[in-house]
Nanobody
């Protein structure tokens, strides 16, 4: 079955960086926009950034522009989320998801209807 497999989560001190990987299986990321989401305890799932096939990035959180970025390695069928200057409020479970087409939805909410295939989630904890 088609799936997305996440890796790269973990614990980091404030100001640190992490890179998450989202590897696609049985479908090609070259045909689909891939979004990154997070969900903190007691909060709704929120969009972070989406990587389209050919139209660049759509940031769902404006404050992450210039600090976080998503990229693709088509040869590895993998999309990455590079997170810099992590802060305690970035602590959450992070997900990647594939949309139904090559472009990022301008409005990701509700995410479960705008994105079709979801990875399993990976914990990111930012703490001193």
């Amino acid at each position: 079955q088609v799936q997305l497999v996440l890796s790269g989560g973990g614990s980091v001190q404030p100001g640190g960086s992490l890179r998450l990987s989202c590897a696609a299986s049985l479908f090609s990321v070259t045909h689909y926009a891939i979004g990154w989401f997070r969900q903190a305890p007691g909060k709704e799932r929120e969009g972070v950034v989406c990587s389209s096939v050919s139209k660049g990035l759509t940031y769902y959180i404006d404050s992450k522009k210039g600090r976080w970025t998503a990229s693709r390695d088509n040869a590895k069928n993998t999309v990455y989320l590079q997170m810099n200057n992590l802060q305690a409020e970035d602590t959450a479970i992070y997900f990647c998801a594939a949309s139904g087409g090559p472009d990022c939805p301008d409005d990701y909410y509700p995410p479960e209807t705008k994105y079709d295939v979801w990875g399993q989630g990976t914990q990111v904890t930012v703490s001193s």
